[in-house]
């Protein structure tokens, strides 16, 4: 089973690439976003608490996510494999990826980070806005922050799937086929 981390900071090009991947290797998307929306929606007992730390301002704690994360996983331990978007995006997150993978006896294959200078990732955002309308992808100061917040509390991830030898980087600047060659060819030594 395929089960792939698609790492890369806002706007490097992640949701673009896993949907290259889902259609040649049929993998699952997992991204904590839309588990966010369908367990809010849908009131679950998860939902529920997500809401309560959200409503209070608060970041969901870890152990929630990854509760989501699994359900999801446990719901589909027939697919194919996944590919996480956007998550882990803790070191903490994680380790407990790892152990819940291990858990329901399967692995990450390995991570794949798109490596995108900022000055490129700021055109792509403000270009993203002008098609989503999405109101982060809009603002400078925002966008400036997304960044910073990827560089101080989510790069470090990468590094702990370095230590542990399954750690790739792609360049994420160029055509979206020569960029999706990249990556396939890392795929495929999985």
């Known amino acids: 089973m395929l089960n792939i981390v698609l790492f890369g900071p806002p706007g490097a090009g992640k949701g673009t690439q896993s949907e290259n991947l889902i259609k040649k290797y049929g993998l699952l998307h997992i991204a904590t976003g839309d588990l ?5 929606g849908e009131g679950t007992e998860l939902g529920k608490l997500a809401k309560s730390y959200m409503n209070a301002g608060n970041l969901v704690p870890d152990e929630v996510v990854i509760g989501m994360v699994e359900d999801k996983i446990k719901l589909n331990l027939d697919a194919k494999g996944f590919i996480f978007d956007g998550f882990p995006r803790t070191v ?3 380790e407990a990826l790892d152990v819940m993978m291990k858990k329901n006896g399967l692995i990450i294959s390995g991570m794949i980070e798109l490596e995108v200078p900022n000055d490129e990732l700021k055109k792509r955002i403000k270009e993203r806005a002008k098609v989503s309308g999405r109101v982060d992808d809009q603002d400078e100061d925002k966008i400036n922050n997304r960044l910073k917040v990827y560089a101080e509390e989510t790069l470090p991830v990468a590094g702990y799937y370095k230590q542990i030898e399954k750690y790739a980087k792609i360049n994420g600047v160029g055509s979206i086929n020569d960029i999706f060659g990249q990556i396939d060819t890392v795929v495929k030594a999985y």
Request: charge should be positive; hydrophobic fraction near 40%.
């Open 36 to 40: 966010f929306r369908k367990h809010l």
């Open 92 to 94: 903490n997150q994680a």
